[in-house]
């Protein structure tokens, strides 16, 4: 079975654009959990959906939504894109909500904010 | 809130050497715990995971981690280590089993390099 895909693999932007990234979780899992990976540091929990409703929230500003189609699949929008926006961003999928499923992350979307 | 600490930013072993690597959490009870690596331009693997029970829990890749309540760790560990090995290494603590969701907080990461 296919693990968690995501697209694009790299992206560059500019300031103030608006950049949308996408990921296909693991067949059969019903969530999706979005990260975001600064140089250096940690993941940082950005969103979890779970059947095709938000579930959780990290502390990221508005300009950063999300959204989980009938497929399980998901996007991660950010507008207004900042230089600090730059970062790897990943996606993570399990099989149900909670319960401490273990999630399994996709390789990742290296954002470049220029 | 929770938080997890790992305290080795940097390690450096010899192949075939032991390897441990420290991570301790702060939180109000025992959480779900895990450790994940994360090779240069790849995602994250999940290596091992604590619900409850027996404290050595058993991984991938020859890895194990102890759980310690009384000093709030979970450290990992290997016998022998590979060159293969050296990687960037995750701690992080999941929701309360009697919370919901699934959000991982994580440490800052200790990168392990192995000399040959």
């Known amino acids: 079975d296919a693990g968690v895909t995501q697209s694009p693999t790299h992206l560059i932007k500019t300031r103030g654009q608006h950049v949308t990234l996408r990921c296909s979780p693991i067949?059969?899992?019903?969530?999706v959990s979005w990260y975001q990976q600064v140089l250096g540091q940690g993941p940082q929990f950005i969103f979890q959906?779970?059947?095709?409703?938000?579930?959780g929230r990290g502390n990221f500003p508005d300009r950063f939504s999300a959204r989980q189609f009938p497929n399980y699949s998901s996007e991660l929008n950010v507008n207004a894109l900042l230089l600090g926006d730059s970062a790897l961003y990943l996606c993570?999928?399990?099989?149900?909500f909670g319960g401490g499923g273990p999630q399994y992350f996709g390789p990742g979307t290296r954002l470049t904010v220029l | 809130a929770q938080s997890v600490t790992q305290p080795d930013i940097h390690i450096t072993v010899s192949e075939g050497a032991s390897l441990e690597l420290r991570c301790n959490y702060s939180y109000g009870a025992t959480p779900y715990l895990f450790w994940y690596v994360q090779s240069p331009g790849q995602g994250l693997q999940l290596l091992l995971k604590?619900?409850?029970?027996?404290?050595l829990v058993q991984g991938i890749k020859g890895f194990e981690a102890e759980f310690k309540r009384s000093q709030s760790s979970f450290n990992l560990r290997k016998p022998s280590v590979h060159w293969s090995d050296a990687a960037e290494y995750f701690c992080?603590?999941?929701?309360?089993?009697?919370?919901?969701?699934?959000?991982?907080?994580f440490g800052t990461g200790t990168q392990l390099k192995v000399e040959l």
């Open positions: 604590y619900f409850s029970g027996d404290t």
């Open positions: 992080a603590v999941g929701p309360l089993p009697t919370g919901g969701g699934n959000k991982l907080t």
């Open positions: 993570a999928s399990s099989l149900e």
């Open positions: 959906y779970y059947e095709k409703e938000e579930r």
């Open positions: 067949s059969g899992h019903k969530s």
